[in-house]
């Protein structure tokens, strides 16, 4: 083995994207990332170099402007750009949902209106369904739209922890609808929702108030956004579909968690890298660390994680690129490879000893972003919960 996270059988135009996203992680993403993290500045060069690659459109179908490639290809690129620094994958990853969520619900005009302007990075997406009082469960949503005389709906309510909320200019968001059915998960439904960037009042009755201080995930914005009677018309109904948004976003969701498991992979793999070099820099007791073989076994055992993890988060890309639905396995990888991010950067981080609490050191970072993985995009009891009742469906007795 050469190193890890290597995936067989990519096609010529696969690696050749890895390749390039690599270079451009190497050169451009890592030896800026400690800066701009510790400063909490955005990352704004990196994005336009990211938006010249064309990775805000890796997926959009060419015919839309993108590159049309599979959820392989985004994931493996989410990979190597969480290698370098989390948050600029978090940049891109609510983006993705929601061309995702277009690609596959919404109308041919919608996706006219949307697609080509995302596939370039101009227009930028965030993915709302969070709010103060919830997140695993979806279904209390409370912000509400009322449908109005006129056709339009007035949305009021507050929604939490968007990922990108001052950055995005169309923001999919998740609202009660209340319009007759007998299931609360048909009274959901989701709109699409144009603002200007920024924070402030950025369309009639939608604020962005500020940006929440997070532990870590720095660079990258993660905002409020409180809904005062805004008007949307009917027609910013995804896929003009009131009473789906429950189904739209598990949609997106799900493959939300493969891109979150690549996140994960990307951080343990860097995480092993460090751990390693450093295991053999470092001397105690006339020998370098990795030679004592409590060293030497984290060293294998985190090796052994990262593959891990790394081909369960393929597996499932590849599932969802020959069109099936893999709740399962995209919660398996999800889940899998976010416990074993934690495990492998607090085994690398032991490694370091107390270089490791220095915030000179890129494990110190890592640290912080790996405690996200185990809560975005469902934490894992709530992947358990999805894992452990399809099991009980297949294997009933
Ligand atoms: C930095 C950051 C960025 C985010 N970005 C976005 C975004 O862009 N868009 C968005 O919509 N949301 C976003 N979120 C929200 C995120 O998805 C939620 O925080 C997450 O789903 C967990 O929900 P919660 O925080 O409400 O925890 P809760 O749902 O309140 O859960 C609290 C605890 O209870 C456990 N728990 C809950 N229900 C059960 C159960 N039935 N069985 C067992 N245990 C249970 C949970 O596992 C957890 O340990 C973001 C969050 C953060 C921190």
Request: proline fraction near 2%; aromatic fraction near 8%.
């Amino acid at each position: 083995m050469a190193t890890l996270c290597q995936t067989e059988n990519l096609t010529d135009i696969q690696i050749q994207i890895l390749e390039t996203v690599k270079k451009f992680t190497d050169d451009r993403i890592i030896p800026e990332a400690q800066k701009l993290e510790h400063a909490d500045e955005y990352p704004t060069e990196i994005i336009e170099g990211l938006k010249e690659l064309g990775v805000f459109g890796l997926m959009i179908p060419e015919e839309y402007g993108g590159l049309g490639e599979s959820l392989l290809t985004y994931a493996l690129c989410v990979e190597e750009i969480a290698r370098g620094w989390m948050s600029v994958s978090g940049v891109i990853n609510t983006h993705f949902i929601v061309a995702y969520m277009l690609m596959q619900h919404g109308t041919e005009e919608q996706k006219q209106k949307y697609l080509p302007r995302m596939a370039t990075g101009e227009m930028r997406g965030a993915f709302s369904m969070s709010e103060p009082g919830l997140g695993s469960d979806v279904s209390a949503v409370s912000t509400k739209a009322v449908r109005q005389d006129d056709g339009y709906y007035s949305i009021t309510g507050q929604k939490m922890w968007l990922t990108n909320g001052a950055t995005s200019t169309l923001v999919a968001l998740l609202c009660k609808t209340d319009e007759g059915s007998d299931s609360v998960y048909k009274n959901l439904t989701t709109f699409l929702i144009e603002k200007k960037p920024g924070f402030g009042e950025t369309a009639q009755g939608v604020t962005v108030p500020g940006k929440i201080d997070k532990m870590g995930y720095k660079g990258v914005e993660t905002t409020e956004l409180i809904l005062d009677e805004h008007r949307v018309s009917a027609y910013q109904i995804l896929g003009n579909e009131p009473g789906k948004g429950f189904f739209h976003m598990m949609d997106g969701v799900e493959v939300g968690r493969v891109n979150v498991a690549a996140r994960a992979c990307g951080i343990a793999w860097r995480a092993f890298e460090l751990g390693v070099l450093y295991a053999q820099q470092r001397q105690t007791f006339g020998k370098p660390i990795a030679e004592h073989q409590a060293i030497l076994f984290r060293i294998a055992e985190m090796a052994s994680k990262v593959e891990t993890a790394h081909n369960m988060m393929v597996r499932a890309a590849r599932l969802k690129d020959t069109g099936r639905r893999m709740d399962v396995e995209a919660g398996m990888a999800k889940m899998i490879a976010s416990e074993y991010c934690s495990e492998v950067v607090e085994a690398s981080f032991r490694i370091h000893g107390g270089y490791g609490y220095s915030k000179e050191y890129e494990i110190e970072r890592l640290y912080r972003e790996s405690a996200f993985m185990l809560i975005g995009e469902g934490t894992s009891d709530i992947q358990k919960m999805i894992i452990g009742r399809s099991l009980l469906k297949d294997y009933a007795i």
